[in-house]
């Protein structure tokens, strides 16, 4: 005789709760303005340099997961909180220069 044993206890349990406090910059802007010195000879009268960074996610945290900001996963009540390993949301950065003659 032969028993197979099947286990679905797969219902979050408080032995793997972490610490999920953490500090995160998301967001990040720097701008420079080249000095008036510099541009006159050139005939121009401002230019600013720009770089905006989006979801850079600079993060401390003891948290051993990819991100503690996990939020809702898949609609389900249930799995409020809970890590499945969602990936961090991406980072992209935005370049700009302005310039006025």
């Known amino acids: ?21 953490f500090l995160k910059l998301k967001n990040l802007s720097i701008g420079y303005t080249l000095p008036a010195s510099l541009l006159s000879k050139y005939s121009i009268s401002r230019v600013k340099d720009i770089c905006v960074c989006h979801k850079i996610s600079l993060l401390i945290t003891s948290y051993k ?9 898949g609609g389900s009540a249930t799995q409020n909180g809970v890590d499945n390993g969602t990936y961090p949301s991406s980072k992209y950065f935005t370049f700009g220069l302005n310039v006025t003659f």
Do not use: Y
């Not at 005789?1 to 793997?16: A, C, D, G, Y």
């Not at 997961?65 to 939020?71: A, K, R, S, Y």
């Open 1 to 21: 005789m032969v028993v197979i044993t099947v286990s679905l206890n797969n219902v979050p349990s408080s032995v793997w709760v972490e610490d999920g406090s």
């Open 65 to 73: 997961g990819l991100d503690p900001e996990i939020g809702m996963q």
